[in-house]
T-cell receptor, first 113, second 113 residues
Framework: DAKTTQPTSMDCAEGRAANLPCNHS???????VYWYRQIHSQGPQYIIH???NNETNEMASLIITEDRKSSTLILPHATLRDTAVYYC??????????????FGTGTQLKVEL | DVKVTQSSRYLVKRTGEKVFLECVQDMDHENMFWYRQDPGLGLRLIYF???????EKGDIPEGYSVSREKKERFSLILESASTNQTSMYLCASIGTGKYQPQHFGDGTRLSIL
């Protein structure tokens, strides 16, 4: 799996968009970008994933650059409940049989009034 | 919705005890994982299993073993608990197929005294 680089922490004002960057310059052609978040004292929660096109769901939008070497997770109207650690993971579709899935240290997003 | 259930949210044990952490998923997933999470170190993979009775070592298997007797259940065993195994333990599962994300339990916060 490709290595990712994320800022250690970010702050965002409530109601504003939170833009969380991720660099994955060694991504290969068949690797997807996944985003998870972990709210304090809970397990990680899946948010969104994409291959090369921008994606949007009810939680967030994912913007992947044309060269696929970086991506941005956008929370359009951040709330206090979005305060969490956000993980960017790059990997091939999971086919079992021994592929392990690893997480990095993520970005601590703090949403403030 | 996928449900991954860990048997205990909080657990306190003594040094030298044999400790069992249980995880059950209800989506017939082939693949299950155990991670531990420590401040500043992110999620680290201990063991994973891609089928009943199959297991693979992750990045930090020392001091742990696992059991997968039934597809829905994956147990993590601390053979002789030590204080450096005090941590948050997270179980996850994933189906085998293209884009599926991992699904996590809410974790067990284990303290070894």
């Amino acid at each position: 799996d490709a290595k990712t680089t994320q800022p250690t922490s970010m702050d965002c004002a409530e109601g504003r968009a939170a833009n969380l960057p991720c660099n994955h310059s060694t991504i290969s052609g068949n690797e997807y970008v996944y985003w998870y978040r972990q709210i304090h004292s809970q397990g990680p929660q899946y948010i969104i994933h994409g291959l090369k096109n921008n994606e949007t769901n009810e939680m967030a939008s994912l913007i992947i650059t044309e060269d696929r070497k970086s991506s941005t997770l956008i929370l359009p109207h951040a709330t206090l409940r979005d305060t969490a650690v956000y993980y960017c993971i790059v990997r091939v579709p999971y086919t079992g049989g021994g592929n392990k899935l690893t997480f990095g240290t993520g970005t601590q997003l703090k949403v403030e009034l | 919705d996928v449900k991954v259930t860990q048997s205990s949210r909080y657990l306190v044990k003594r040094t030298g005890e044999k400790v069992f952490l249980e995880c059950v998923q209800d989506m017939d997933h082939e693949n299950m994982f155990w991670y531990r999470q420590d401040p500043g170190l992110g999620l680290r993979l201990i063991y994973f299993s891609y089928d009943v009775k199959m297991k693979e070592k992750g990045d930090i298997p020392e001091g742990y073993s696992v059991s997968r007797e039934k597809k829905e259940r994956f147990s993590l065993i601390l053979e002789s608990a030590s204080t450096n195994q005090t941590s948050m333990y997270l179980c996850a599962s994933i189906g085998t197929g293209k884009y599926q994300p991992q699904h996590f339990g809410d974790g067990t916060r284990l303290s070894i005294l």
